[in-house]
């Protein structure tokens, strides 16, 4: 069992930053890949990035590429998502979710493809 929990939401101005972590607990040790998803009210789940827990690969939104960036601490257990440059449509609530299967192809798009989440955070970007 893995466990998970976000934090670092809040509300800010366009243009503004916020870092956001995925903390983990549990058998980290099985973590194979942690990505981020946000849900905007009315809408479905949707990837943001992700990360191999190990940091070799990264993966991002075209969304969001030069905006936000995604790293890890294994010595923290820890997942962050800095995000830079925000706009209004960037509003959402976030989750991570954990991936402890090994694969060889990458489904980091696909909800489908974690095993564990986390409760959300909400980053709301006011105009």
């Known amino acids: ?72 601490d294994n010595a923290k257990n820890t997942v962050y998502l800095q995000m830079n440059n925000l706009k209004p449509k960037d509003t959402a609530v976030y989750y991570c979710g954990a991936r402890t299967r090994r694969t060889t192809v990458m489904y980091v798009q696909s909800t489908m493809w974690y095993d564990y989440w986390g409760q959300g955070t909400q980053v709301t970007v006011s105009s």
Not at 26 to 45: H, L
């Open 1 to 72: 069992q893995v466990q998970l929990v976000e934090s670092g939401g809040n509300l800010v101005q366009d243009g503004g930053s916020l870092r956001l972590s995925c903390a983990a607990s549990g058998f980290t040790s099985t973590i194979f890949t942690v990505g981020w998803f946000r849900q905007a009210p009315g809408k479905e789940r949707e990837f943001v990035s992700a990360i191999k827990w190990n940091g070799d690969d990264t993966y991002y939104d075209d969304s969001v590429k030069g905006r936000f960036t995604i790293s890890s």
